[in-house]
């Protein structure tokens, strides 16, 4: 399984940015996808998640409205949009593949918040997004 996130950099609060994780190595239609930051002086922060077609998706409430999940099934690639960047997003992005087609509901996530870095076997490099004037 390879994970390879890229598309993050320095950007102004209120600035976008879209994240791609390419993936290899499984049948990327099978699972469900994730996207997992960790700030600086912070834990791991589960962002979002999305069933195998897209059908559902769900977000924290740190980036509902802002952030928005997508996926290209024929091209291996999750994406995350980020629009109205603000200085608490900076962290390092990581996408992660789910147990099967479809993502825990929402207060999972939550409720592992600081067992997010055991709940993943692979891990991309992360791409990381700085958010500051």
């Known amino acids: 399984v390879q994970l390879v996130e890229s598309g993050g950099g320095l950007v102004q609060p209120g600035g976008s940015l879209r994240l791609s994780c390419v993936t290899s190595?499984?049948?990327?239609?099978?699972?469900?996808m994730t996207w997992i930051r960790r700030a600086p002086a912070k834990g791991m922060e589960w962002v979002s998640s999305m069933n195998w077609n897209g059908g559902t998706k769900y977000y924290a409430e740190s980036v509902e409205g802002r952030f928005t999940i997508s996926r290209d099934n024929a091209k291996n690639t999750l994406y995350l949009q980020m629009n109205g960047l603000k200085v608490e997003d900076t962290a390092v992005y990581y996408c992660?593949?789910?147990?099967?087609?479809?993502?825990?509901?929402?207060?999972?996530?939550?409720?592992?918040?600081?067992?997010?870095?055991?709940?993943?076997?692979?891990w991309g490099q992360g791409t990381q997004v700085t958010v500051s004037a």
């Open positions: 992660v593949r789910e147990k099967d087609e479809f993502p825990w509901e929402p207060s999972y996530y939550i409720y592992k918040s600081s067992l997010l870095q055991y709940e993943y076997h692979d």
């Open positions: 190595g499984f049948t990327f239609d099978d699972y469900a």
